[in-house]
């Protein structure tokens, strides 16, 4: 809806400010996950593709006009933990929060779903390493069904398969030195194995984890 929208476009205005935390933000995410959508069915497979990319998503993708509410929060979330994570001493205020959020227990169906949607990008942005013990609480909502939870938990186990690979690329990157073009035609010359080998050990920085470019337009498409 047009109000969802403008709300939306405010709490980023307001999170991208370099003057002050954007915690106070999540004081507002109950209202934005308690939202009604008359089309909302729950689906987490749609979102096994982001899965793969840990979740970390520009907030462009906030944009586009066909987009579920379930979508909007979860791409939401995962750009609100971008802003926040480098913040200092948001740690606390986060854990405190969390603990009320996600105590889903009674939730309905399609309010406990927003909130896992919502949840779910949050938690793989601002501290992934901890995401899937985040998460847990989540699956204690009495009225999801058991494919509901499964697909929850499944999507978790494939953004920690995901996180777990960028992470071996990452440090693999770091430790294997790349022959220079000079080591390569020294080989070709024929040079000697030292030559050869004090060229290839010249470091080089090794790029191998994709790297996700913030946007600083918070503008949403009306």
Known sequence: SEGFKY???????VARSPNRSPVDILECVQLITSVQDATCRVNFKQFEKLAGKVFRLKLKSLRSEDRAVSVKLLHFGSWLAQSMRDWPDTEKAVTFWWSNFSNV???PLLEWYHKCCFATGFAWNFRP???PEMMEPFLANQLASDD?????????RLAAQALEKSQSLGALGKQLPVAQPEARRAEGRGESR?????A???PVAMEQVEQVEDSN?????N
Request: with cysteine.
């Open 217 to 221: 337009d918070v503008k949403i498409v």
């Open 200 to 202: 290839q050990d010249a």
């Open 129 to 131: 390493n901890q995401a």
């Open 194 to 198: 030292g030559s050869l080998q004090d």
């Open 7 to 13: 709300l939306l476009k405010r709490l980023l205005c």
């Open 148 to 156: 509901h939870r499964s697909d929850l938990r499944n999507l978790q």
């Open 105 to 107: 227990g009674q939730s």
